[in-house]
């Protein structure tokens, strides 16, 4: 556990980043709704303050409930808020000098377990036009995060360590940890020691997949199984664009 210390301000004029969406959160009607919001959305999300989207929907309705409660619009509203509220209390104390306060508050530094990740990539032509997607479950099964990746010209190996790296990148940002799977032989033989790495290419992918491992365990699955991360790495091919839901 890591115990830190925020410095809050009684004005509020917020500008924090949304991490996820990449939007700016604007100036709200009720510049006092932040402060009574703050203590009441700990209980709900306990770990990580990332963008509203993210979250289960159980999650963001009770979200959306007490923002209502309090004054706030619909959905929308809360979506461009993004909810990232350790950036936004760091952010509204140097917004003014006004007489302040400091707020002692816990954080856990240990990531969450029995999530699931799964990639996969694949190239129209090998080497081709490329794509590589990624999905994060919670320990439900409910859908978090999705993401994929436009590559270019690459081979079907590339995109598919391509996947790997790009939501092990995010289960960090997340502080999740669990089981990353995969349909790819290659990939998945490789990360678990069972295949040597022989390519030099391949070398550098696995490196930089080593380097953002973390605690994650890997295992091959069926490529039926992997429907939903080959939808998005399509999506990457089909429009040649980056992004994420």
């Not at 990148?169 to 998945?188: N, P, R």
């Not at 040597?196 to 365990?217: C, F, I």
């Amino acid at each position: 556990m890591l115990g830190r210390a925020f410095t809050v301000t009684r004005a509020f004029t917020l500008t924090a980043s949304c991490t996820a969406s990449c939007c700016t959160t604007r100036l709200f009607s009720s510049k006092k709704l932040l402060p009574q919001l703050l203590p009441q959305l700990r209980p709900i999300i306990p770990v990580s303050f990332d963008d509203f989207r993210v979250l289960p929907k159980a999650q963001r309705d009770e979200v959306i409930k007490l923002w209502q409660q309090m004054g706030g619009g619909d959905e929308r509203d809360v979506e461009k808020w993004c909810i990232d509220v350790t950036n936004g209390m760091e952010a509204t104390a140097k917004t003014t000098k006004t007489t302040t306060e400091t707020i002692e508050t816990t954080e856990t530094t240990n990531t969450q377990q029995g999530y699931i990740l799964r990639f996969d990539g694949g190239s129209r032509g090998n080497p081709g036009p490329a794509g590589s997607g990624y999905v994060i479950y919670d320990p439900d099964g409910s859908e978090i995060h999705a993401g994929w990746k436009f590559l270019g010209e690459r081979t079907n190996n590339f995109a598919e360590y391509s996947g790997l790296i790009e939501g092990l990148e995010k289960a960090k940002q997340l502080g999740v940890v669990g089981t990353a799977e995969g349909d790819s032989k290659l990939v998945i033989s490789q990360m678990t020691g069972a295949w040597k790495v022989k390519h030099p290419d391949m070398a550098v992918l696995k490196q930089k997949a080593d380097e953002v491992r973390g605690n994650w365990d890997f295992k091959w699955i069926p490529r039926a199984d992997n429907a939903r991360a080959d939808e998005v790495a399509n999506i990457a091919m089909d429009e040649e664009t980056d992004g994420e839901c």
